[in-house]
């Protein structure tokens, strides 16, 4: 089984532009993952079909008995997160360190375990998706990604396909670390900008130390290719190959407004670009 997975040193660069062309491009014949449980939005263009949906537990949060409670105020006096007010718990707020729990002179206040995010398993017309939601001011994120690998692995599994395509989350944090380790390849998105190379060296970092391989996509190469040039020029230093340069065009934002993707949209030169990129890396 095969497992490629498309990241980028930051949002923005159409690292899901990308990874919803190539879906496309391999339709029928793999399983697609979004790892970005963050701000997920492979969906907008996928249009997924929810078969299955599960709970992720990862944190707690304090619960008040009110029945034993006594009004004394002490936990909410000792709390600073601001989580309690008027002996009310804001789970969003509640960092579940369990400083009320300790203070609390009747036990009235409690940790309980909290729902912090959902993962899915759909349908779309591309094949199934494993895909995940963490809810708002939530932790554990990368854990909640590994939960979406392993469902992922299993709809491979169960469905007999012999690929993943992984839609990576932006940056070189946890929910990167968990979408990267143990894949075949690595694709990075990059642009042509200060910001772009500085954060692909860190991607490119990030992966030589797990030990995957990687190859570079230049997108918007010809908004400014002197940048380019050092780009590419930075890369044969690291020895890592360009396998393609993606030009701008109107085109992509066109297909992202009616929810396909660009090779489904048009046959324009990006279309094609992608293509090559596609049979490079496949």
């Not at 907008?44 to 707690?60: C, N, Q, S, T, Y």
């Not at 960092?95 to 206040?109: K, L, Q, R």
């Not at 994120?141 to 599994?157: D, E, F, I, Q």
Request: glycine share 10%; with cysteine; proline share 3%.
């Amino acid at each position: 089984m095969k497992q490629i997975v498309v990241l980028s040193g930051k949002g923005g660069t159409g690292k899901t532009t990308v990874v919803a062309s190539f879906a496309a491009l391999a339709a029928g014949d793999c399983v697609i993952a979004d790892c970005d449980v963050d701000a997920p939005d492979l969906h907008l263009i996928l249009k997924p079909e929810v078969r299955e949906r599960m709970e992720f537990i990862a944190g707690k949060s304090a619960h008040i008995d009110t029945e034993r409670c006594i009004c004394c105020y002490m936990c909410e006096d000792s709390c600073r997160f601001d989580a309690i007010n008027d002996l009310v718990v804001d789970e969003i707020l509640c960092e579940g360190c369990g400083v009320c729990e300790y203070v609390c002179p009747e036990d009235a206040v409690s940790l309980k375990e909290k729902v912090s995010g959902y993962a899915f398993i759909s349908d779309t017309r591309f094949g199934p998706l494993s895909h995940a939601q963490l809810n708002i001011a939530e932790e554990a994120s990368g854990k909640l990604v590994t939960l979406v690998r392993n469902n992922a692995v299993r709809l491979a599994r169960e469905r007999e396909k012999d690929l993943i395509i992984i839609d990576g989350p932006p940056g070189i944090g946890c929910p990167v670390i968990s979408s990267l380790s143990g894949v075949d390849l690595a694709l990075i998105v990059t642009e042509p900008t200060q910001s772009g190379l500085h954060d692909l060296e860190r991607v490119l970092n990030l992966a030589g130390h797990f030990g995957v391989k990687a190859e570079v996509c230049i997108n918007k190469y010809d908004i400014n290719e002197e940048v380019t040039g050092e780009i590419i020029r930075f890369c044969e230093g690291m020895g890592v190959g360009v396998i393609g340069k993606i030009q701008f065009n109107p085109l992509v934002t066109e297909a992202m407004v009616t929810g396909k993707a660009v090779v489904e949209y048009s046959d324009s030169e990006v279309s094609e670009e992608i293509r090559r990129i596609w049979e490079g890396i496949g």
